[in-house]
Structure formats: structure tokens, C-alpha cells
């Protein structure tokens, strides 16, 4: 699954391509986006604005409609020039958005609604989507009050979340928690103040760090070489870049996503310290 910066990459290179221009040509092979399109046609109308929201992708039009996008594993947008090759084969297409100068496609998107602002805010799921790390106007109050309640729940469970907060994946998650010394089996809610605080800076950090860097290749540790790009992420029985202890990597549940961790460097806390 892409992780908030990728979106946030996705959508920065949309809104380049596409932003302030007017559709010449809308094609889908999705029956619902397809009937929309007819009743209220999409050609005409100007890309507003391309933007991420944690996992979604937005892109506004004029006249109160907005496509919203969603990955997954297989999903994802292409950008070409009028005429050019595509990468992908045509069964793969879902959306083709054309304007004068570019030509932006979605191949295999699973999740593809339109939806005006007053649906969009009642649509479940994304309507509940916690404070986005990427925006501009991250609300760390209200990420820190979510995080810290959800009861009984693990911190890596915790932040994988979106409604706590929008924008960590899997490999943040670990990244994350290492740089900020806290355990990711640790209960969210037994977090204090200036761990939380310190958590939420972190993420800000290494979120950032990697929506400026245009590599695919995502790094938290701000080394150079390409074999020390991250802490701990997929590093189990391997040195730990701070102490030397073997990395451990866990599940938090059967059906849960692996964790990684430094045992030294994150030490797991009594869950009634305060
Ligand atoms: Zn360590």
C-alpha cells in the first residue's frame, strides 16, 4: 500500500501536469464515474486542484465535483503527453483525463467515486480521516488526543490508523517509533506528553524528508549510501545503526502487520508508568 508520501508525490505531479487546465476529454471504463460524466459532463470543466488527503487522492474540478481516488496495491496515475506511448496496456485503464497539454491516466484504481462537497463529507471512511501529516495545516493536538485514545491499542496498530491520523504506512510505522525511542507494543494510550510530542515530530520529519526527495526509494536515517536508507524497516537479526543489538520484528496480532524495532533503543515501558 502506498504510504502518505507517495500520494503526496502523486498528487504534487498531478497538479503540475494538470492543475488550472481545462479537460478536453474524459473517458472511463467505471459504469458510475461513466453516468456522471453524462449527466454532468466533465470535458469543460477546469482541474481546480490535485491534492492527497492520507491514502486518498482528490482531484477537484470546477462547478462542485471532486474525483476521489483510493490505490490500494495496484493502482496508480500516469502522466503523458497527447499522443504519446502508454506504459500500461489499455485493459488497464480505468480514467483518462485529457487537457491540451497532458494527458492523465488510472490504471486499475480499485476505489473511484465523484462526489460534490456535501457527499464527500458524508462519504464513511474518508469523512472520518484524522489530521493529515502532508498538509499544510497539520492539527497535532488533535492527531496526540486521537493517538492516545485508542484503548488498549498497541502504538504501531495505533498509527497505521487513518482516522487517528492521516499518512503513516507500514514502513514509517517502525521508522517512526525508533526515532523517537518508543516501543511500538507499547498501549497508545500510556504515551505521556512529551513522548507523544516527540512521535509526532518525528513523523512530521521523516514524512517531509521524503516528499522532497524524488527518489522512490524511501529513506529515514538521512544516509547517503542506498543500503542504510532505513533504521530498522525489514531489518531483523541485523545490527541496530545506533547500539549494535539484533533488530527484532514481530506481529501484533495474527492477521497484523509486522513491526520492527531496536528492544535496546525502544525499551518497553510499563503500561501504568505514567
Ligand atoms: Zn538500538
Redo the contacts with the bound molecule.
Keep these: 500500500m502506498p504510504e502518505g508520501d507517495t500520494l503526496f508525490r502523486t498528487a504534487a505531479t498531478l497538479q503540475r501536469a494538470i492543475g488550472g487546465q481545462v479537460v478536453t476529454r474524459f473517458e472511463s471504463v467505471l459504469p458510475k464515474l461513466e453516468r456522471v460524466d453524462v449527466d454532468t459532463p466533465i470535458a469543460g470543466r477546469t482541474v481546480e486542484r490535485v491534492e492527497s488527503a492520507g491514502k486518498w487522492l482528490l482531484m477537484r474540478f470546477s462547478g462542485d465535483l471532486t474525483l476521489l481516488t483510493h490505490m490500494l496495491m495496484s493502482g496508480s496515475w500516469h502522466i503523458y503527453r497527447p499522443g504519446e506511448r502508454w506504459q500500461r496496456s489499455r485493459e488497464h485503464m480505468r480514467i483518462v483525463i485529457e487537457t491540451a497539454r497532458m494527458v492523465a491516466v488510472a490504471f486499475n484504481v480499485p476505489v473511484a467515486e465523484f462526489h460534490t462537497a456535501a457527499t464527500l463529507a458524508r462519504r464513511p471512511g474518508f469523512s472520518r480521516l484524522g489530521p493529515d501529516l502532508l498538509s499544510g495545516g497539520f492539527d497535532a493536538p488533535t492527531a496526540i488526543a486521537n493517538l492516545t485514545a485508542q484503548p488498549g491499542m498497541e502504538l504501531g496498530p495505533a498509527l497505521l490508523k487513518q482516522s487517528v491520523l492521516a499518512g503513516i504506512g507500514n514502513e514509517f510505522k517502525s521508522e517512526v517509533c525508533f526515532e523517537a525511542g518508543l516501543n511500538p507494543f507499547r498501549k497508545a494510550e500510556t504515551l505521556t506528553a512529551d513522548e507523544s510530542q516527540r512521535l509526532i515530530g518525528v513523523a512530521l520529519r521523516q514524512l517531509s524528508d521524503n516528499v522532497r526527495q524524488y527518489s522512490p526509494k524511501r529513506r529515514t536515517t538521512r544516509r547517503v549510501e542506498r543500503s542504510e536508507n532505513l533504521w530498522v524497516y525489514n531489518r531483523t537479526g541485523r545490527p541496530?545503526?545506533?547500539?549494535?543489538?539484533p533488530?527484532l520484528g514481530r506481529r501484533h496480532s495474527a492477521d497484523a502487520r509486522l513491526s520492527f524495532w531496536?528492544?535496546?533503543?525502544?525499551p518497553m515501558v510499563r503500561t501504568n508508568a505514567s
Design positions: 541496530c545503526r545506533k547500539c549494535g543489538e533488530i531496536c528492544p535496546r533503543c525502544q
